[in-house]
């Protein structure tokens, strides 16, 4: 009975041992969830979602009320006087109290001009979101790229080794000589190299996406997945240029750039004029008995007016932040352009793969096999048949990654998703 209990306590450690051992299985993420993890693992956006939150709390700080001050004093204490023995018979308490007033709106200009520069960090951390997901989702691209090549390679060599398989029957029955059969074997030895080095390629791509979502999962439980082939664009030119001139996060910023460069300067102009200092102050004499109040208002002289350097300041800053706006306008617009024509060079070359190229392959590949096997093909029309295919096949791969490469790019210059 020990025995038994110990045999079985024995396996079912060994069994744990075993589960512990098993790697946890493969969760292939989409692009949608890739774009989440990315999101709340990267920290240049978590930083600087943090540098908006500053912006923000300026903007306390800028609307601010001056404030008040309030003065106590004890005056015509007398012990140097002619009765030394009575030093404050003739002293007075009193108290003032006084404030400045702000005018020409400066706390709303301030305040104004404090949400304009939480607009632009706004700006600025869409447009390194998108900088950040145009390099996320190329490395996405290329994961997707290189497994399609190691599907291509693994079915390229499963159907070379049944057409091993079929050709070492003939050689056994002797309808081929031993050389020709010996060249049929050197021959899988590049599919093996072309799977080898596309997995190579896959696992990567796959470090690299994980490096740049800062992510500490293993490659071998990594995996994304997604469509890896290319669908027709339903927009024009002209529609993804307005498009960017609406959306791009760089050219919001631009614009919101001139709109705070125009509030500073009215600021600038507001902080020229002068605020008056109210006052009230009172005061108790008990000998003789006297009680006062009095009120006062401080004007500063404008005798030299010293904003005159911020104003100019402000007054050029505008002028330099809308040449800045114009040249952000034309460089999104030529990066539209310049990707749209690289997608449209690059579908011109996928259409005929897709209508045609890739069914002749394999119709050449068929018929050149069938006719070897019957004798009325030479083994050299046979093995070049078989490379075309291949070559055929990653030439398709390599172009559709070349798409999804130039729609990225087209996404970039746009400034959101509009080629999926």
Avoid at 180 to 189: G, K
Avoid at 208 to 233: C, N
Avoid at 296 to 305: A, E
Wanted: contains cysteine; aromatic residues 10%.
């Amino acid at each position: 009975m020990h025995r038994l209990t110990w045999q079985v306590s024995a396996s079912l450690l060994i069994a744990v041992g075993c589960m512990a051992q098993t790697p946890a299985p493969t969760q292939a993420l989409t692009w949608q969830e890739t774009q989440e993890r990315f999101r709340s693992n990267n920290s240049n956006l978590l930083a600087g979602q943090v540098s908006i939150e500053e912006a923000r709390a300026q903007e306390i700080t800028a609307f601010l009320r001056p404030n008040p001050d309030i003065t106590f004093g004890w005056d015509q204490l007398t012990p140097f006087s002619g009765n030394p023995y009575r030093p404050v018979s003739q002293s007075y308490l009193y108290w003032s109290f006084s404030y400045l007033h702000e005018r020409e709106h400066k706390r709303e200009l301030r305040l104004a001009s404090a949400k304009g520069a939480t607009a632009i960090a706004g700006s600025a951390q869409a447009d390194l979101e998108r900088n950040l997901l145009f390099s996320l989702r190329d490395a996405f691209v290329r994961v997707l790229q290189a497994k399609a090549v190691v599907a291509v390679a693994l079915d390229g060599l499963a159907y070379y080794d049944k057409v091993l398989a079929i050709n070492k029957d003939r050689f056994n029955g002797g309808a081929i000589a031993h050389v020709d059969f010996q060249r049929l074997e050197l021959q899988r030895l590049q599919y093996l190299s072309d799977l080898q080095t596309a997995q190579v390629n896959l696992r990567t791509a796959k470090i690299d996406l994980l490096q740049l979502m800062q992510d500490r999962s293993p490659v071998d439980q990594f995996d994304v997945t997604g469509d890896f082939d290319y669908v027709e664009p339903t927009v024009t030119a002209e529609e993804l240029r307005t498009t960017a001139l609406q959306t791009r996060p760089d050219l919001k910023e631009a614009q919101q750039t001139v709109d705070k460069a125009k509030t500073d300067y009215k600021l600038a102009v507001a902080d020229g004029s002068t605020d008056p200092t109210y006052g009230f102050d009172a005061a108790h004499q008990p000998t003789p008995l006297n009680t006062y109040v009095g009120f006062s208002v401080t004007i500063p002289l404008r005798v030299f007016d010293k904003n005159q350097g911020e104003k100019l300041r402000t007054q050029l800053d505008v002028g330099r932040s809308q040449k800045l706006l114009t040249a952000t306008e034309t460089a999104a617009l030529h990066d539209v352009d310049s990707a749209y024509a690289t997608l449209a060079s690059t579908l011109s070359l996928l259409r005929p793969y897709k209508d045609k190229y890739l069914t002749e392959a394999e119709e050449i590949r068929s018929t050149i096999r069938f006719s070897y096997e019957h004798g009325a093909a030479s083994l050299i029309d046979f093995l070049d048949a078989q490379n075309e295919y291949r070559t055929t096949r990653l030439s398709y791969l390599n172009l559709v990654g070349a798409y999804f490469s130039a729609a990225n790019q087209v996404n970039f210059a746009v400034g959101r998703e509009v080629i999926r």
